[in-house]
Nanobody
Framework: QVQLVESGGGTVQTGGSLRLSCVAS????????MAWYRQAPGKQRELVAS???????TYAESVKDRFTISRDNNKRTVFLQMSNLEADDTAVYYC???????????WGQGTQVTVSS
């Protein structure tokens, strides 16, 4: 079975940094498109950043130039480096995998990021 496990969340002050990690098992990681989503209280879940199996990257406008998504296929891991964090970045962050051959999607359980203001 496919499993995505996020880590790295926590509480940080405004302007600080965190690095989130998501380790995948039970799937051919190299042919999954990977993404990070987040959901803040009272808001809909939104796409934060994505990296395709080919390495193409997209960002939400709100995080562009502050966040960096990357992947390491050997480590079966996708990362989200978050810098210059703001209070509005507070949310539960979810890892998403999309298996490109079938577009079956998988979700992690989420990791809480809290930015104090």
């Amino acid at each position: 079975q496919v499993q995505l496990v996020e880590s790295g969340g926590g509480t940080v002050q405004t302007g600080g940094s965190l690095r989130l990690s998501c380790v995948a098992s039970g799937t051919i990681f190299a042919i999954n498109d990977m993404a990070w989503y987040r959901q803040a209280p009272g808001k809909q879940r939104e796409l934060v950043a994505s990296v395709s199996y080919q390495g193409k990257i997209t960002y939400a406008e709100s995080v562009k130039d502050r966040f960096t998504i990357s992947r390491d296929n050997n480590k079966r891991t996708v990362f989200l480096q978050m810098s210059n964090l703001e209070a509005d970045d507070t949310a539960v962050y979810y890892c998403n995998a999309d298996y490109v051959l079938t577009h079956q999607q998988y979700w992690g359980q989420g990791t809480q990021v809290t930015v104090s203001s």
